[in-house]
């Protein structure tokens, strides 16, 4: 199954059900180590007499495969930030500390990214679709840019503005308190927007044409 979010080049990457993981080829690489000795590393970490629980265990180390340059089959893992946190805990000297918090940043931007494209995604998927193909590695301001503009355009702010006005939980789809003809102008401007996106890269010029259709063609008013 195709990942949410592909790997960046620290190998940090959103799996199909959105949860953070990392290679641990790339963790390897990266605190200059062995992949042999992080496996070892790692079978350390889970082996039963360890103390972790099977839950967690099971959530947060994935074993997997990949193909070396000579078409072999070997182990690697798929860690969670939990299971990245119990592996690199050992992990001392100034060199590892600043690739630690070089993961923890990562983690946290892969995960503010997961839960933008979970709100755009439910908004608007059309638009999702379309950024996840144009940006090989998509960064949350793609989603939130866009799904802002066209929600300014028609309601004169933004989700989350939308969410404080009236009451609305946070992460709770704005749609079921939107009128019809609300709905119906920002389906018809997501999709004009999805060939913009390809066609007119300018983030002005498609807010300035979106809005001038809205205005003419849909009878909106600034």
Known sequence: MKNLIPEDDYGVFADPKGVARVDSLFVAATFEKGHRHVLRDIARIIEPRSGLSENFIHDNFILST??????????????TRDGFTMLVMGY???????????????????????????????EFPMLTDMICRLHESPKPYHFSNECDMLNRIV???????????????????IRPYLTAQQIQALDRLQHLDYGLLYSCPDFQQRKQLLTSYYLTELGGTE
Do not use: W
């Open 92 to 122: 001392t000297g100034p060199k590892a500390m600043h690739f630690k918090e070089l993961y923890i940043r990562r983690f946290n931007e892969m995960e503010q990214c997961v839960r933008s494209l979970l709100s755009s995604r439910q």
């Open 66 to 79: 990949y193909k070396d340059a000579r078409g072999r089959k070997l182990p690697r893992y798929l860690l």
């Open 155 to 173: 309601l004169g702010m933004s989700a989350k503005q939308f969410r404080l006005a009236n009451g609305i939980e946070k992460g709770q789809s």
